[in-house]
């Protein structure tokens, strides 16, 4: 069970970012706003649970980045220490502390189990911005979207089964393993791949507070997305997407990464196509 939960949000994280490029790449945002706003709460959403399950191990790695988080809300002016002691429950992390992240793991799912059914809910009463919808051709949910879906989610389910039966430390990092020591500095501080792209944005900027802020509207803009006007689908527009999905990649992969030379200089010139893109 631990294995499919741990393996499981690894599988998540990658169909959310699937469905977020496809709604991108077909000017979704444009179409349905409202759908499109509720799904990047979603997505918050997810990314704050992940967190939240993600030090409650605590393991070496786990404990470093619940620290690089906490450094994170220090930057905030004037609330910014005090807002830490509320979250901790206390002036350090312990028992306390992980208590109150396990309660809010537990019943944060339940809540945007809520705004799943509000998105799906809005997206049926909008209709779907298909191919075929947005030509006046009006397909049925029922029986076509409901098989299409069900196809989907067998081949993922199949995905995870061979995942958790025969590599189910394959993804795993072996820093885990070890219990935290908060005097014990690993070398280099790498979150799981799904923030790795943020992480990269963090560490482009040697000033702390701009960093954050460049953090803030990475995600934002997905928010900003909804309120453009209504842009043509057109070869263009799907060889910028395609660029964005490509620079996307590779600030995964430089986040892994130490921002030596050339990394330094990557990650500045990716950080600026991430945001021109959009």
Known sequence: MRFIHCNGRRLLFLMVYAHIFKGIYYNRFSINKL????????????????????????????YWGATVIRRLITTIPVI????????????????????????????????????????????????????????????????????????????????????????????LDSENSITARPLVTPIHIVPEWYFLFAYCILKTFNNKVLGVIILILSVGFFIILALKRKTSNNTKHKIVMVIWLVNFI????IGALELTYPYSSLSIACTTIHFAQK
């Open 80 to 171: 910014g220490k005090w807002l830490l002691i509320i979250i901790w429950g206390d002036y350090s992390v312990n028992n306390r502390t992980l208590n109150r992240f396990y309660s809010l793991h537990f019943c944060l799912p339940l809540l945007i189990l809520v705004v799943i059914i509000i998105h799906i809910v809005i997206l049926h009463y909008k209709g779907r911005t298909t191919l075929m919808s947005s030509n006046k051709l009006i397909v049925p949910f029922t029986p076509y979207f409901i098989l299409k879906d069900l196809v989907g989610f067998i081949f993922i389910i199949i995905l995870l089964i061979i995942n958790v039966t025969y590599f189910p430390r394959y993804f």
């Open 250 to 253: 590779v600030l995964t992969k």
């Open 35 to 62: 759908t499109w706003m509720i799904g990047t709460v979603i997505y918050l959403m997810i990314i704050l649970i992940a967190f939240l399950g993600y030090v409650l191990p605590w393991g070496q790695m786990r």
